[in-house]
């Protein structure tokens, strides 16, 4: 199976292109804005890179949230435009499933929410333990006593950290393509991505 996978959610524009378990091509690039302006020429670059026309591929994979309102946006209405374009299926993949990646044991990816939260997720050896959610901190630290993870994922993680001292702390500010590829190549039943808002937007509207 071929995808083309694509991240927007977090500080980063990047985009993958899988062949069964094979990486044919990877790009990523650091930004807080403009991944509008940059998704379609790296998904672009990539595919030639990987050697492939759009008609090679066989689903399309992108990250859903949490993460920037704005920039999860990009991802997921660029995807479903792309799989409406090429009549291919299109997958959505957790951002905080994508930054546990393959990791073994009990892991916990979390992101900075800011304003004293975090988007907190807790997987063992992939399988989800508790649905993501946006957490205060001290609440988030709380239920990550009760779980005992023994790694740490994402910008969030030093915020946790010194509940557990022991556990290993991965820095990782965003996932990496090719195993958002690999998640959404795992999903049997392909449904239209939707984006995932674990709480109301930062942004208000003026006053009347």
């Not at 951002?95 to 009990?106: H, I, Q, Y």
């Amino acid at each position: 199976m071929r995808i083309l996978a694509l991240d927007t959610c977090l500080p980063a524009c990047s985009a993958a292109v899988l062949d069964r378990n094979d990486v044919l091509a990877s790009a990523s690039e650091s930004m807080v804005k403009g991944h509008q302006e940059r998704l379609a020429t790296m998904v672009r670059e990539v595919m030639q890179a990987a050697g492939l026309s759009f008609g090679d591929l066989d689903r399309i994979g992108v990250t859903v949230g949490p993460g920037s309102f704005t920039g999860l946006r990009v991802g997921v209405a660029f995807a479903k435009g792309l799989s409406a374009a090429l009549g291919l299926p299109c997958v959505g993949v957790g951002t905080l499933e994508a930054l546990a990646g393959d990791e073994s044991g009990v892991a916990a990816a979390v992101i900075d929410a800011k304003r004293g939260q975090v988007y907190l997720q807790v997987f063992e050896d992939g399988r989800a333990l508790m649905a993501p959610d946006a957490l205060p901190v001290e609440i988030a630290a709380a239920r990550l006593v009760e779980f005992r993870p023994s790694t740490l994922i994402g910008s969030g993680a030093p915020l946790l950290a010194p509940v557990l001292p022991d556990a290993t702390v991965k820095l990782n500010l965003t996932p990496d393509p090719a195993v958002i590829a690999r998640l959404a190549a795992k999903v049997r039943s392909p449904a239209p991505p939707k984006p995932l808002y674990l709480r109301a937007p930062d942004a208000k509207r003026p006053a009347a």
